[in-house]
């Protein structure tokens, strides 16, 4: 489907337009959250702020995927090398990503959507499932087996299947450079205020667990469930309240009809997008959640 066939020129311009200081602010303030939440345990440690900031930090690392995958279609910043540096190094590396290899595939997904070419389609055709298959899949998350699987994956792919130890580890040591070197200043920073014992337990726990989850709800809602043969039925917008957004739709990700529609649009023009097409009464043919419950009734086996 053509965006020109929903939109009018005047309106695909505006929502074209990047606001670089938007992006500045966006991941200032990310950072600073996750300064916060390290800050909040440090001052106040016990259970419940050690609980609040897992749960903020995860949010943050989830942030940080979504503000790759915005990088990954040069909508950060209107300099592409700015883009990718900033998508990198604040984003990607943190939780050993890579936006540059990221965006070979995900383009893919996006020019095959629902295909047997498009790399996201083992997401979807693991639904419907049973509940107590989703609920064991949730479990994994939230004890960490996922993401241990994920990580560890990341990790065999980077060593490589050379049989010498010394050009494997040369391999991981350069693909995994900006992961070694983002983790290692965080780490130097905690370990600065005698705080090192934190990059484990609020930085790779959140990450092994809360984010899995957060990550694994996002892969579900955007395409699971669906039968369609075009953007508007394959497809899905979720809208849900600010808190739960916070946690699982940080940057307007839950508007993934319009990010679909329009590649080139901005996380902070998709609700703008969204009442565009709601105006010129394409409402009807979106497939719109209202709600998380929803989208778990449609891939689940009834």
Not at 75 to 83: A, D, E, G, T
Request: glycine share 4%; proline share 4%; aromatic share 18%.
């Amino acid at each position: 489907m053509s965006f020109d066939d929903l939109l009018d020129p005047a309106e695909i311009s505006e929502l074209r337009e990047k606001k670089d200081f938007i992006n500045i602010f966006a991941l200032s303030f990310m950072w600073l959250q996750v300064v916060f939440a390290f800050v909040l345990f440090i001052f106040f440690p016990n259970p419940f702020t050690f609980f609040i900031s897992m749960l903020v930090i995860a949010a943050k690392q989830f942030q940080m995927v979504v503000f790759m995958h915005d990088g990954a279609h040069g909508l950060i910043f209107k300099n592409r090398k700015l883009n990718d540096l900033a998508s990198q190094w604040l984003c990607a590396f943190p939780v050993m990503s890579d936006t540059l290899p990221y965006r070979k595939v995900h383009s893919q997904h996006h020019k095959y959507t629902d295909t047997e070419k498009d790399p996201d389609l083992g997401l979807t055709d693991a639904f419907p499932t049973s509940w107590q298959s989703l609920a064991r899949k949730f479990l994994r998350d939230l004890t960490g087996i996922a993401g241990i699987r994920r990580y560890s994956a990341v990790l065999i792919s980077a060593w490589g299947k050379e049989n010498m130890f010394f050009k494997s580890l040369k391999r991981i040591l350069f693909k995994l450079k900006g992961f070694l070197l983002t983790n290692s200043l965080l780490f130097a920073v905690l370990l600065s205020f005698d705080q090192g014992w934190l990059y484990l337990l609020l930085w790779w726990l959140p990450m092994l667990t809360f984010f899995s989850l957060f990550y694994r709800i996002r892969s579900i809602t955007e395409h699971s469930g669906l039968e369609g043969d075009d953007d508007f039925s394959f497809t899905r917008t979720t809208l849900v309240p600010w808190y739960l957004r916070y946690f699982l739709a940080p940057l307007n990700v839950n508007y993934h009809i319009e990010h679909h529609l329009f590649t080139f649009c901005p996380w902070y023009n998709l609700p703008k997008a969204h009442r565009m097409l709601v105006k010129k009464g394409f409402i009807k043919e979106m497939e719109i959640s209202h709600g998380y419950l929803p989208v778990l009734k449609r891939i689940l086996i009834q």
